[in-house]
């Protein structure tokens, strides 16, 4: 019997040892997989449909991602940054792996000139061909509540998510910065877009927060019973500080997924500062909590948040960037940590 049991024991050891073994093969190989096979050329292609699982990013195979980048300013003044030589240099020079459109709806924006579609749906086909992720951003401001212009949402994301619904490369983002208004109204007007996009597509949606996207407790106990959904957290180094981490990793372990879809190293007008010091603490924030970060904004506007200098033409190279843009450069490079 004593013997029988020697035996029985031996056998399991050895069928665990193997089992082992072959874990930690396909772990390697899993491995190998990530490292040699992603690179700036194929970023979309391999990472494909992008999945929210509890708080995390995740691509295909359910491997964390994070996504880093840059946002253009309102499309209907600063657009033609966005072009081929420009996003090519983000991509292959501040190893950026998205790109936000920010398409305001008011203030010459969709609901003002529906023209702007047609740049948006050029823009993310520019974006697409490069093989980055591309947010499509519905960029309400002085609109304050989403449902002010509700209908227009709906018509704007059925037009996009039928257009691009096979398409990995599309996260959308349905309200910008809601504000003066309360979660209940931002997250009816969510149901409603979401209801269409889904007719669709299963691609990630971002949904802002009240309070310019800063109120990311809200959702905390009252989701969205939605798949793939991110709520979007918004900074600006001047003005928000220890207070808002110390909301967005209450509301992390709660279940909330963020993904901080506009940040900016001046005040939140925009300009004052530059605030780096801050700007690292939060860098060093979002990258330990594996957080995705989109910077304001491709323009050469004079105001601090600009990340090309006054002078800096359509095209820019490393000489036209300014404070912000230098500072962002080595965030993106992972050079300030
Ligand atoms: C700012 C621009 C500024 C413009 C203003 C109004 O930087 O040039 O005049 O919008 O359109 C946000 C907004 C974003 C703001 C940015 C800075 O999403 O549109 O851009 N900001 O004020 N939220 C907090 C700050």
């Known amino acids: 019997m004593k013997k029988i049991v020697l035996v029985l024991c031996i056998c399991l050891l050895l069928l665990g040892c ?3 073994e072959v874990t930690e093969k396909e772990n390697s190989k899993n491995k190998e997989k990530v490292v040699d096979k992603v690179d700036k050329n194929n970023f979309v292609s391999y990472n494909g449909d992008l999945k929210v699982n509890g708080v995390r990013l995740v691509n295909q195979y359910n491997e964390d991602i994070q996504l880093k980048g840059i946002s253009s300013h309102g499309l209907q003044w600063f657009g033609s940054f966005v072009n081929e030589e420009n996003i090519k240099t983000l991509k292959n020079e501040f190893n950026s792996n998205v790109f936000r459109l920010a398409m305001y709806t008011i203030d010459g924006g969709y609901i003002d000139n529906k023209d702007i579609l047609d740049e948006v749906i050029k823009d993310i086909d520019l974006i697409i061909s490069n093989d980055l992720y591309v947010i499509v951003d519905w960029h309400i401001l002085n609109d304050g509540n989403p449902n002010t212009y509700k209908n227009e949402a709906i018509e704007f994301f059925d037009i996009i998510s039928s257009r691009y619904k096979n398409s990995p490369n599309i996260i959308y983002e349905i ?3 809601p504000n003066n ?6 997250k009816s007007y969510a149901e409603e877009v979401i209801r269409v ?3 669709n597509c299963n691609n990630v949606i971002i949904v802002g927060t009240n309070t310019y996207s800063q109120d990311v407790l809200d959702p905390a106990s009252d989701m969205i019973n939605e798949e793939n959904i991110m709520y979007s957290l918004h900074f600006y180094a001047g003005t928000h500080t220890e207070y808002l981490r110390q909301r967005a990793r209450e509301a992390l372990d709660k279940g909330v997924a963020l993904f901080v879809s506009e940040w900016g190293v001046s005040d ?3 300009n004052g500062g530059v605030f780096f010091d801050e700007a690292t603490k939060w860098v060093k924030f979002m990258n330990e909590n594996n957080l995705s970060y989109v910077s304001w904004s491709l323009s050469n506007k004079d105001e601090t948040s600009a990340l090309l ?6 095209v820019f190279s490393d000489n036209d960037l300014s404070e912000a843009g230098g500072f962002v450069k080595n965030v993106l490079l992972n050079n300030i940590d």
């Open 18 to 20: 193997s089992r082992k």
């Open 175 to 177: 309200c910008n910065e």
């Open 181 to 186: 208004t309360s979660w209940k109204e931002i």
């Open 197 to 199: 996009i889904r007719k």
């Open 268 to 270: 939140a007008s925009g």
């Open 309 to 314: 200098k006054p002078s800096s033409s359509n």
